[in-house]
């Protein structure tokens, strides 16, 4: 059974609704408050990108922490001299501490096996 979902959740309300109730979310770089049920909160969300820097997008909530996982099928070497910021096989981002169960973890793990299997590194 995969973890990772594709669908693209639908938001709880408009944009402006949103950003009337939550207006650090326009206004203060990084900060993000989920415009989707609990239920979309709670799912692997992934987004498969097929281009010249191929790779997978991973999305997950733990207890308000946003984390953003990137599996890249090619590894890039920063070129700063040319502005080109690169990156290795696996980017992880968050927006605060993330605390999670062993089976959170577990999950955390499995997800990122799925995204190498979808872009062809296992």
Same mark, same amino acid.
């Given at each position: 059974m995969s973890i990772l979902n594709f669908d693209k959740p639908k938001k709880i309300r408009s944009t402006d609704e949103h950003n009337k109730i939550y207006s650090s979310d326009c206004a203060a770089l990084g900060?993000? $408050?989920?415009?989707? #049920? !609990? =239920? !979309?909160?709670? *799912?692997?969300?992934a987004k498969h990108i097929e281009s010249n820097d191929e790779r997978v997008e991973i999305r997950k909530s733990f207890d308000g922490t946003? $984390?953003? @996982? $990137? $599996?890249y099928k090619n590894i890039i070497e920063s070129d700063w001299k040319n502005n080109i910021e690169g990156h290795k096989n696996i980017r992880i981002s968050a927006n605060s501490k993330i605390h999670m169960t062993? #089976? =959170?973890?577990? =999950?955390? @793990? *499995?997800? @990122?096996e799925e995204a190498k299997q979808i872009i062809g590194l296992v």
């Open positions: 900060t993000y $408050v989920p415009n989707m #049920s !609990d =239920e !979309d909160n709670n *799912k692997w969300k946003q $984390v953003v @996982i $990137v $599996v062993l #089976s =959170e973890y577990n =999950e955390f @793990i *499995k997800a @990122i």
